[in-house]
């Protein structure tokens, strides 16, 4: 059974610092790794997508980072904002008798201060 | 953003009565889903759907039920409401193009079991 993981649980930084989150899961036969930011009460929008073929993604000043055969990928976010406040989840799409699905972690909730 | 519709937005509703909740899309995916979301447990998959009037099981699929008789359309029913069933519910859709399959959601339903 597909795990996934995120460390730290919570991240609290000063504005304009480079930061890091991390994702593990216990199976690298993944098919993709997706990235998705969660604002209070609302829905989940996704950020990037790594193909499994695929070293990173980058968007702006975020860049994902995935290690198939370690089981790792890792989300920089350059220069933070106060308005990169949220919770980040990582997901895993996993393929299996004709379904496809995604199993997330629990997510980081990260916050930037002023 | 993707054409995700879920309705109602909030419900509050006793225990013992039948709910259900709403996914509507515009975007023709085949797969549609439905999570749920709770403190400490991130989210988790409850039903699945990979075509009309195809679905299966996710891994907290106890107490509900789900019906697609439509593309468009995905409905999760709780039969028989329960506390435990109190949560945020997330509807999402998914589409393999190219080999690359991403997700997306809707902003989710606030169901309160009193």
């Known amino acids: 059974k597909q795990e996934v993981t995120q460390i730290p649980a919570a991240l609290s930084v000063p504005e304009g610092e480079n930061l890091v989150l991390n994702c593990s899961f216990t199976?690298?036969?993944?098919?993709?790794l997706q990235w998705f930011r969660q604002d209070p009460g609302k829905g989940l929008t996704s950020l990037l997508l790594i193909q499994s073929s695929q070293r990173e993604q980058t968007s702006g000043r975020l860049n994902a980072s995935l290690d198939k055969s370690s089981g790792r990928s890792t989300l920089y976010i350059a220069a933070s904002q106060p308005g990169d406040s949220a919770t980040y989840l990582c997901a895993v799409e996993v393929r299996g008798g004709g379904s496809e699905k995604l199993v997330f972690g629990k997510g980081t909730k990260l916050t930037v201060n002023p | 953003d993707a054409g995700i519709t879920q309705s109602p937005r909030h419900k509050v509703t006793e225990t013992g009565t039948p709910v259900t909740l709403r996914c509507h899309q515009t975007e023709n995916h085949r797969y549609m889903y439905w999570y749920r979301q709770d403190p400490g447990h991130g989210l988790r998959l409850i039903h699945y759907?990979?075509?009309?009037?195809?679905?299966d099981k996710g891994e907290v699929s106890d107490g509900y039920s789900v019906s697609r008789s439509k593309t468009e359309d995905f409905l999760l029913t709780l039969e028989s409401a329960t506390s435990s069933q109190t949560s945020v519910y997330f509807c999402a859709i998914s589409e393999r193009q190219i080999g690359v399959t991403e997700a997306f959601f809707g902003q989710g339903t606030r169901l309160t079991v009193v």
């Open positions: 199976d690298s036969a993944i098919y993709n």
């Open positions: 759907s990979y075509g009309v009037k195809d679905t």
